[in-house]
């Protein structure tokens, strides 16, 4: 079931991410996108679980302060995946993670 929920918030934040507010391309957005999806891949796969998805807690908090002001709805879509984050860091990665599988190794 962790499994599942940790796919589940990730696939609402990569629609998220596609929806960035910013049109142009240049070096810092790219760079922040590349970090952005390595935590998501991170936090998928269960390695460094509750690091990767605090880490992606403290980046959308930061970010969805603009949000508030130019568009609610993106604010409460962030806000909702922010909280599914915050359960992954809580409830830990569960049974299918690398973290899991190191510990048994």
């Known amino acids: 079931m962790l499994c599942n929920g940790r796919i589940l918030t990730l696939?609402?934040?990569v629609t998220n991410l596609s929806q960035d507010l910013r049109d142009e391309e240049?070096?810092?957005l790219i760079i922040r996108r590349?970090?952005?999806?390595?935590?998501?891949?991170?936090?998928t796969i269960g390695y460094k679980t509750k690091l990767s998805a605090l880490l992606l807690v403290v980046w959308?908090?930061?970010?969805?302060?603009?949000?508030?002001?130019?568009?609610?709805?993106s604010f409460f879509?962030?806000?909702?995946?922010?909280?599914?984050?915050?359960?992954?860091?809580?409830?830990g990665p569960g049974?299918?993670?690398?973290d899991n599988y190191k510990k048994i190794v």
């Open 60 to 73: 959308l908090t930061d970010s969805n302060k603009t949000l508030f002001y130019i568009r609610i709805k």
């Open 34 to 43: 590349v970090i952005v999806v390595v935590l998501v891949a991170a936090v």
């Open 26 to 28: 240049n070096v810092s």
């Open 77 to 91: 879509y962030t806000l909702s995946v922010i909280g599914g984050l915050l359960m992954i860091v809580v409830l």
């Open 11 to 13: 696939l609402i934040f």
């Open 95 to 98: 049974d299918l993670s690398i």
